[in-house]
């Protein structure tokens, strides 16, 4: 009999096991989501004013450098069949309250380096 209970217990918790992928969990998306079309319209030498109204406020501003500004972007996949779990940033370096430069995980356009008009 305890051999029988053994077992039933035993399946049971592997029958569970197996079950795991019908709890549904959702993604869990933080920060700034940039799309490539708006990071493309950066240009050396716009101002701050100019890069809010084509990409947003930043997540952070550093405390120590207002000349910096840092957009992130955190996805956190609820299942590992949507895909798996990822982070981009986009770091802005400002000179005299005009872009500088701009690093990150986005590609620039080919006309990042020809300020604008004014």
Request: proline residues 3%; glycine residues 6%.
């Amino acid at each position: 009999m305890k051999l029988l209970q053994s077992l039933f217990i035993i399946t049971f918790i592997c029958g569970l096991a197996g079950c795991t992928d019908w709890i549904y969990r959702i993604d869990v998306p933080q920060g700034n989501f940039l799309e490539e079309k708006d990071v493309k319209k950066l240009r050396v030498g716009m101002s701050k004013e100019q890069v809010i109204y084509v990409l947003g406020r930043p997540v952070v501003k550093d405390s120590f450098n207002h000349d910096t500004w840092y957009y992130v972007y955190d996805m956190k996949r609820g299942m590992s069949k949507r895909g798996e779990d990822f982070q981009k940033r986009l770091i802005i370096n400002f000179e005299e309250d005009k872009v500088s430069t701009v690093e990150g995980d986005f590609e620039l356009s080919e006309d990042f380096n020809t300020p604008l008009d004014e």
